[in-house]
Structures are given as C-alpha cells and as structure tokens.
C-alpha cells in the first residue's frame, strides 16, 4: 500500500508547482504578527500566518507573481516576485504600523495571545478549545490544570486546594487522555492511568489545546476528550529572554511562596533552541474535618426488623496538615530546518512534583449505636502520617517532518516516563486506653459536628495521654513506574481539482508499548513492650507523652476543635532507631500490605488509519477510519487469609485482546471568513484504571474490594454540533453535544459473607463492573471580546465567559439495601452473578457529570495596566456510588473568586500581583444529601507578587 501511495505521490509531484513562505513581522517591534492575510494578486490562493508569524503556500503555478500582504492595524504591502530567478523563495515580511489605523485598532502584547489562539482555533479541522501562553499569563493559574477550569466543559477535583484532575464534558477523568507535544503521557499513580495535571507548571505550556472531537488520526481512547500540552519553541533569529520572580504569603498557616522562571529562545539561521525551565515552592496548610458512615442496625431497636438499618457515624476524625509543595520542571526544544518544507526535532520535558506533607489526625471511633447520635463503645486515636511523595513526569521525542513533493511525510519516536515514589514513609497510631468510652454526637450544626463524653465514668481516658499506647507504626516504601514507548509515522497527500475543490488523503500508524508496575515494600509493628522477649534489657515508656513535640491546634476551622498531645513523626523514628527491639513485629499486616498492591501491567497498543479532507469551496468534509487493538497481559495477586491470619498469595494473571474498528465524520461550514458552521459524528472507546482491571483480591478489617478482568471496554457514539463567530479580539461561540456510552465502568458494592454466616462476618465487597448504557447531553456557551465600542477608559474593558449545561443518565444494576445480609459469596467463584444478577435496574447520574459549569472574567486592558477578576463555578456531582443511594458520596458545588493584576513599568520590565481563593471556598463533600456533610476541607487565601522580565 505504501509503494502505491509513493507512486501516486510522484504522479503529483511531477505536476510543474511553486511554492513561498516566510515569516510576517511587525518592522517597529520584530514581533511575529498572527493572522497576516498572504494572497496571490489575482488569484483565489492565499494562506494567513500562523501562531509565529509563519506561513507557507503551495500550488502556484504562475512563474511570476504579485504577493500582498494585509493586516489590521499596519500598512498593506505588495511585492513582485520571479520563480525563474528564484525558484524557491523565504520571505521575511516587515509591515509597517498604520498611523491612521492604530489610533482606533491596536493589538496590544496582552491581547495577541488570545488572537493567536483564536486563529487556531478558527483554522482547526475539528471542535476545540485552544488556550496560549499569553492567555494564560492573563490568569493566576498556577498549574495545567487549573489553567484548563477555565475552558468550556471542564471542571476540576482539588487537592490541597489546587487543580488537580480534569473533567471533560460531563465523563469523569478517566474518560479523557493526556498528552504532551501530541502523544499520550502515562501516569505516575499506581492505580489510574490518567494523569494529575498539578504536575505541569502553567509557565511551561506554550498552547494547551482541548480537543472536544477527535480525528482519525488522532488517539481513539479518550470518549471525553483529549488534553494536548504543547511546548515552548524557538521562533526568530532575534533572542527571546523571559525571566520571573516572585514571592507571596499564605494565608492560613502565615507561610511563604516562591517562584522563579526562566525562558531563552532564539534561532541561529537552521538551527533553533529553546530552554524554558520553572521552580515553585508553596508552603501551605490544610484544615480538615471528615467521617465516615456505615449503614447498620440501632441496638435496643431490634423491633423494627429489616427497616432498623440505618446510617451511622463510624469515624469522626479532625485533620491538620503542614505541606510544602515544590515544582521543579524543564523543557528544552531543538530544532533544524534543512530547508521551507523539511526539519527534524528533539523535544524533552522534565517535572519533578515533590508533596512533602505532615498529617495529624484525631478520630472518634464509634461503634454500638443506641442513635446516630449515641454510642456505648467509642475510642479515640491520635495519628500521625509523614511522608515526601516524590512525582516525576519526563517525556522524549525525537522526530521530523519532510516534503517530497507534494507529499508531507512525519514521523516521530516518544519516550515517556512516569513514576511515583514515597520512600521512608511513616504512619503511626496510638489509641485510648482499653475501656470503652461513650460517645454522643452533637448535630445541633450539620455542617459541623462534634463528639462529646456524656459518661463521666469513663470520659477521662479520652485525654490521659500518658497512658495511650501504640496501635501500629507503619513503616513503608512505595514506588509506581510507568513507562511509555511510541514510534509513530504519518503521510499526507494533497491534491488540487481546482480552486474551490482541493483536499489531501492521510494515512498513518503507530504501537505504543506500555509497562507499568507497583511494588509496595511495609513493615508494620503492632505495639510496643518496654519487656523484649527475645532481647535484654528494660525499654523506656511510649505514650503519646513520650513523643509529644508540643503541637497544639485549639480553634481548627475556626469552630473550636482542639488537637494536642499528636506524635511527632521525628520523635517517633527516633525512639524507633533507638529501641527497634521492643516494637511487636505484625507479620500478618506486613505481608498483606507488602504484596497486595503489588502488580505488573504491560500493554502493546497497535494503531493504524485512513483519513481524507476535500474542500468544496465553503464546505469541509473530513472522514476515515481508524483501528485499534490493545494486547494486554497483567499479573496481580491475591492475599490468603485464615481469618486476620496470612496464609500466602496467589498470583493471578490475565492475558486477552480488545479490538476497535472507528469511523469518524466532521464537516465545517465558512458561513463566511469568520463564521463557522461545524457537525461531527465520532467513536471513540476508553480503557479501564488498573485498579479497575487488574486481577487481584484487597481485603481489611470490614471491607473486600475485586479486580475485574473480564470488563469491557467502555464504548461511545458522539455527536457534536458547533457555531463559531470571530472579530478582531473576541469569539461567541454555541454547541450542543450528545455521548451515548456502552459498558461504562463504575464500582458495584453490596454487602455479603465469604463463606458460611457462621464463620464469616458481614463485609462491603466493592467490584468494578460494566453498567449498562449512559446518555451524556450537553450545550456549550462561550463568549470573549473587548467593549472597543464604549467611549473613553470603558473601551479598555473586556469580558471572558462560558457556561456549559450536561445531562446524564445512566442505568445499573438495581443496588440491593444493605440490610439483606445473607447473601454469601467467594472470590472468583460465584462473584460473576453475585454482582450481575437478574434483576431490575436504576438509573443514576454519570460520575463526574456536574449539571453547570461556568467561567465569568471582567477584565481591564490598556496599553500598560492590566487586571482581571475571574469566577469559577461548578454544581455538585456524584463522585462515588455507595451499597445504596444513602451512602452516594457527592463532590460538592465550587464558587471561587481570583484576582490578577499587571502593569508595565517598562517595555521590557512588568510587575504583578495574584490573590487566589478570595472566597476561601472549601472543598467538600456530602453523603446522599447535601445536609450530611462526609468532608470539609479549608485552605484560606494566599498572594504572590512579582517582576517579570521580557526582552
């Protein structure tokens, strides 16, 4: 087929065909101007620069010309060129301002970004959103994702009060795919595959593109969408010097930020370099109140029969946290031009994300429920958990692209690599003494509840901390690696019928080899004896005395939570260094934490496709056809248990194939030069987390949780309709979408024995399975421009806003209320049916589908002051299903408010200033109504202020 291809290429390539390019350049400022009208004199050919002022036109068949060259703002420019004198000629264009124009029109530095992003977004073949790096130095995003909460149909999930993972259109994140510089990323935690995008610097990015409909030449996995992270490149023979300092002040734990950022480009004739590298360090906090909920019987009230299984408290638990985050990323670009249709590239990207965080917890452990307000048997735990969480993204490609002819022939080779370390990490718990303790809930505040001792008696073992002793220490190593391999190649055929009826064939291939694996190494002690065994000597006393460093928090959320008497982490590996000896050694829990994670998971992904665009004039028409096969085979494990007792593992394996043959159809409509009619019906498919696939068996103290190998792949028809408007510095723009997916993947629990009830408690076993079908319907809004119409200062205003508004339904299995208890069930037996029976269904919301998302920002732009204050909005969605619809857990609503100003004290020289969560939004989530508060979580407002260096 490729030998045919060639020979159709060379049929072309004989054709007696010119071509031009060069760069459109403004002659005051050598800045590339984006979106320069290039037309033969004459003729209907033409082109417009792209985001670097770059432009290429091919199929002139004239051999003298009259090239013109206009844009908004400058003086038009005419120029006579020769082929036969020149066959092959670079032009480097200097428009000249237009004093008349520029009193009404100017494109300021600030504005350019978003111009630059609207043309590619204009000229995309397919439904996006593509945000620049301008754009994004107009926000006070610290990080790719965040950077993302601002574009139509996203919405985020934070961690620590930062973005963390992206949600597309309603699917939850596991249903889009990641990618830097055009090819997928894996993922540095062990148990998804999609990636955290904390991970990435926002002064990294260059473009961030957010495809909401995919080409056949594009990765079919992502039923969402598909996320392209796009480096910095070197652009002009003149340096591109940016540098940026920064300091500022965190609210809640009065603690410093701190960021640097340095970027040098330039092009030395062929060859081009850029470096563009980023530090940021955040010392922040958290504050933190959380419980946990059963469903079971209230004690004294066994009348009621089946109907006495209510909900109830089993954990309250206050939590601190001390975090310093710090990003480190680097991303250098080399590039060499041969000549105007042929270069080749290297391209590599370095992050280093480090979470160094210290937990402090008190829990109320509450068991025997008289109410949900009362319980006879309580204890309380003081805990502390200190680790560094060492993340690594790092990705290679190596690649080019050549003109043979006519013909466009690239290829590429990509590395990425993945991991995710937490060496030397700690847990400990010590709790109350053995006599149980009454504990009463006061709900008088929903929002904030609060355990209380009514028993007198025996109140007082909730605060004789001398005499609280060790429940466990844990110490343990983790390390998640995940690697992927990609050479791909891509060739494109143009041809020409006529001016109004031209197009190009594109095929391509590619195999990406995908190796994953997570070893967990633990050791966890028991308890403690002053008295060894096996050793002499007597040890010291450990109480939480003992290892009392003096923290103390009395006023937590502001509502008068106290913490005290927490163990140091420090004190605490100390003692331990000193007297390892007397620690009980738990070989049990050593083992069932050491091996039953552990996994390996390697995937051999083989792609091919066939594509076509043809043009009729105004009308676009792009379709093919694209397969996929996934090879997959995995290996986990399965804890052998005798009662608490470990008795060894299992190694299960699996090994299997999935196919995926997708068509795909778009058009696109030129109403005129800038409006946009666009239509597209795609299939699309996704793959499952590994924590959802792999074959393994997890089991605690109340709780069993199944892999599924036999799940399928979930499966999507989407269809997409578009209208898009331009003007000079703004957009309005208007969809609807619709996603029918089949087999989407949730968890299913129930509650069951493991054997004979006589001998097997009762346990919530969660399994990942298929649901049946789910419908996702959707309009998107959005609209960005300037009031260039207002008289005076009003024409510096401007506003930038979208709101999207999703539907879903989706049916499942009918959950069974957890009150049938006798239901029995073994691991990799019976467990097919037990969690596929026959029976009815219910219908549920899709996780992750939030029914509103908005983005509103008023901005201020004159030609040396600017600010922006921007409100970020989402409604609550389901997060997780529980056994029943009582124990769904949501992802509350989000209002935030942020504010980011500039103003340039020089043409080089800008200072800055960000204010982020004005509102002090938390982060909370609810349990089946919003009333039963499951998570609160507070990180108060923080500031930076900086200078920024641009020449």
Not at 112 to 141: C, H, L
Not at 284 to 289: A, H, L, S
Not at 865 to 892: I, K, P
Request: hydrophobic fraction near 35%.
């Amino acid at each position: 087929m490729l030998l045919a291809l060639f020979l159709f290429a060379g049929s072309l390539f004989a054709q007696k065909n010119h071509s031009i390019s060069g760069k459109i350049i403004d002659a005051l400022s050598n800045e590339a101007l984006i979106g320069a009208t290039i037309q033969i004199a004459g003729t209907d050919l033409g082109t417009i620069s792209d985001a670097n002022g770059l432009f290429n036109l091919t199929g002139i068949t004239a051999e003298e010309i009259v090239i013109k060259v206009a844009f908004i703002g400058y003086e038009p420019y005419t120029q006579r060129h020769n082929f036969t004198k020149n066959p092959a000629p670079v032009f480097r264009i200097k428009l000249q301002p237009s004093a008349l124009s520029l009193a009404e029109v100017q494109i300021e530095g600030k504005a350019a970004g978003q111009i630059r992003a609207m043309i590619d977004q204009k000229k995309a073949e397919n439904i996006k959103n593509i945000v620049s790096a301008e754009q994004i130095a107009t926000f006070p995003d610290m990080n790719a994702a965040e950077v993302m909460q601002r574009i139509p149909g996203i919405t985020l999930q934070r961690d620590q009060g930062e973005g963390r993972f992206v949600q597309l259109r309603g699917t939850p994140p596991e249903l889009t795919n990641f990618n830097v510089n055009g090819e997928q990323v894996p993922s540095p935690q062990g148990g998804v595959r999609y990636v955290g995008m904390d991970i990435i610097p926002a002064d990294q990015i260059d473009f961030i593109e957010v495809s909401k409909v995919m080409t056949p030449d594009m990765d079919a996995d992502g039923i969402g969408g598909s996320v392209n992270i796009k480096t910095k490149e070197a652009a002009d023979e003149i340096p591109d010097v940016r540098a940026t300092l920064a300091s500022g002040y965190n609210n809640l734990r009065q603690t410093p930020n701190y960021q640097f950022q340095f970027t040098y480009g330039q092009r030395f004739g062929k060859f081009g370099f850029n470096l563009n590298s980023s530090f940021f360090q955040n010392n922040q906090g958290t504050d933190n109140i959380e419980y946990e909920f059963v469903k079971g019987p209230f004690f004294g009230n066994q009348n009621a029969g089946v109907n006495n299984f209510k909900v109830q408290y089993r954990e309250m638990q206050l939590r601190h946290y001390d975090i310093i985050r710090t990003r480190i990323s680097v991303s250098p670009t080399f590039d060499f031009r041969f000549n105007k249709g042929s270069f080749i590239y290297l391209r590599a990207m370095y992050n280093s994300f480090n979470d160094d965080e210290t937990r402090r917890r008190l829990i109320y452990e509450l068991d025997d429920a008289l109410s949900e307000t009362y319980y006879l048997y309580g204890g309380v735990v003081h805990d502390v958990r200190d680790r560094v969480k060492k993340q690594g993204l790092y990705t290679l490609s190596l690649g080019g692209e050549h003109k043979i002819g006519k013909a466009t022939f690239d290829y590429q080779v990509f590395y990425a690599l993945a991991e995710e370390k937490e060496p030397e990490r700690l847990e400990a718990a010590f709790e109350s003494p053995g006599q149980a303790i009454a504990i009463s809930i006061d709900t008088s505040d929903r929002a904030y509840p609060r355990a209380t001792l009514p028993n007198a008696s025996n109140a007082g073992n909730a605060t004789r901390y001398g005499d609280f002793t060790l429940d466990e220490l844990l110490l343990e190593n983790r390390l998640v690696t995940d690697k992927n391999f990609t050479p791909r190649f891509n060739l494109s055929i143009p041809y020409n019928f006529s001016t109004s009826s031209k197009g190009y064939v594109k095929f391509g291939g590619k195999i990406r080899m995908k190796d994953k694996t997570r070893d967990i190494r633990s050791e966890s002690f028991g308890a403690y004896t002053a008295q060894s065994i096996l050793y002499p000597g007597v040890g010291p006393k450990l109480s939480l005395e003992t290892v009392n460093d003096g923290f103390r928090e009395d006023n937590l959320l502001n509502q008068g939570y106290v913490l005290e008497y927490m163990p140091s982490p420090t004190l605490l590996k100390d003692f331990y260094e000193y007297y390892p000896q007397h620690f009980v050694y738990d070989r049990n829990a050593t083992r069932t934490q050491s091996f039953g994670e552990d996994y390996t998971a390697k995937e051999r992904i083989y792609a091919a496709y066939g594509m076509f665009r043809h043009d009729f004039d105004r009308l676009m028409v792009l379709g093919g056809l694209r397969f996929e096969q996934t090879d997959i085979e995995y290996q986990g494990a399965k804890i052998l248990l005798n009662g608490n007792r470990f008795v060894g593992i299992d190694t299960l394996s699996d090994k299997r194939t999935h196919r995926f043959l997708l068509p795909q159809i778009q058009l696109k409509y030129a109403v005129n030069e800038n409006f946009n009619l666009r239509a597209a019906a795609t299939s699309t498919y996704s793959r499952p987390n590994f924590d959802d696939v792999l074959p393994y068996r997890e089991q605690d103290r109340e709780a069993v949780k199944f892999g599924n190998p036999n799940l399928r792949y979930p499966k999507s028809l989407n269809l997409d309709f578009l209208a898009e408007r331009y003007f000079a510095k703004g957009l309005i723009s208007g969809g609807l979408f619709y996603k029918k997916i089949d087999d989407f993947v949730f968890f299913f629990k129930r509650f069951a024995h493991e054997g004979d009830p006589k001998d097997f408690g009762l346990v919530e076993i969660t399994k990942a399975i298929n649901g049946n079908q789910a419908s996702v319907y959707g309009a998107e809004l959005q609209a960005q421009f300037k009031f260039d119409f207002l008289p005076g200062f009003l024409k510096n205003f401007g506003v930038y806003t979208n709101y999207t508004y999703t539907f879903s339904e989706a049916k499942i299995n009918q959950r069974l209320p957890a009150n049938f208890t006798d239901a029995v069930v073994v691991f990799g037996e019976d467990d097919v049916d037990f969690f596929d029976p026959d029976q009815a269904q219910e219908t549920i919301s899709l996780p992750g589908q939030a029914r509103h998302t908005a983005n509103f920002a008023l901005f201020f732009d004159s030609k040396k002051f600017f600010t922006r204050l921007t409100a970020n909005y989402h409604d609550a969605f389901l997060y997780q299903l529980g056994a029943d619809s009582d124990l769904d857990e949501y992802y509350d609503e989000e209002f935030r408010l942020d504010l980011t100003a500039n103003y340039d004290l020089s043409k080089n020289l800008n200072v800055f200033s960000d204010f982020i969560n004005i509102t002090n939004t938390p982060l909370r989530y609810y349990l089946g109504n919003s009333t039963r508060i499951k998570q609160q979580e507070f990180y108060s407002w923080w500031c930076r202020v900086g200078l920024k260096l641009n020449f």
